[in-house]
């Protein structure tokens, strides 16, 4: 089984330049989650979204948008990437409320 | 706001130590708290989840104890592994905001096991 599959794995972007991260789960989940993780913040929550079409902001979405047309992809896009949106970048998903979330590989971004 | 603290941030012990792991919460009104385990480079996996409704999970070597009123969570490892050596990482959803699981981490524990 796949699981939560991340692309890309590894990106370096200019300042200003747009890019899109996809993530794709096959587990039939309604949940789907975006977190950065940076040194010493730990993982936090950028947006979410509990079901196809809908989405919702995290902690940190400023920068950043989403999008869930199909229920397996979630999408996290950077309109023009700033040096601090430079992170490693996970998704997620779960099942519904209370149950174990499940984490990709994540996406190394850097923006210089 | 919920805020997840895990103590120590680093920990080194020998092959076959039997070891804990804290995690505390400020908030109780959590519905469960799940454990995850993180290898250098590469994503979270769960090792467990334990709803709010339980003292303990138990998964192999690994067993999660969960104290709501006081706000803490320990992690037990038993018999420790130099395949043990990763950071670990306790999660707690958000109650308040309409659901979506959303979790707050604790910035974990890295964990080496020395032969």
């Known amino acids: 089984n796949a699981g939560v599959t991340q692309t890309p794995k590894f990106r370096v972007l200019k300042t200003g330049q747009s890019m899109t991260l996809l993530c794709a789960q096959d587990?039939?989940?309604?949940?789907m989650y975006w977190y950065r993780q940076d040194p010493g913040m730990g993982l936090r929550l950028i947006h979410y979204s509990v079901g196809e079409g809908t989405t919702a902001k995290g902690e940190v979405p400023d920068g950043y948008n989403v999008s869930r047309l199909k229920k397996q992809n979630f999408l996290l896009g950077l309109e023009s990437a700033a040096p601090s949106q430079t992170s490693v970048y996970f998704c997620a998903s779960s099942y519904s409320t209370g149950n174990t979330i499940y984490f990709g590989e994540g996406s190394w971004l850097t923006v210089v | 706001k919920q805020e997840v603290t895990q103590i120590p941030a680093a920990l080194s012990v020998p092959e076959g130590e039997n070891l804990v792991l804290n995690c505390s919460f400020t908030d109780s009104a959590i519905y469960n708290l799940q454990w995850f385990r993180q290898d250098p480079g590469k994503g979270l996996t769960s090792l467990l989840l334990?709803?709010?409704?339980?003292r303990e999970q138990t998964s192999g070597r690994l067993n999660a104890s969960l104290d709501k009123s006081s706000g803490r969570s320990t992690l037990y490892i038993a018999a420790s592994q130099p395949g043990d050596s990763a950071t670990y990482l306790c999660a707690v959803p958000d109650a308040y905001t309409g659901g979506g699981n959303k979790l707050t981490f604790g910035t974990g524990t890295q964990l080496k096991v020395e032969l």
């Open positions: 334990i709803q709010s409704s339980q």
């Open positions: 587990m039939n989940h309604e949940y």
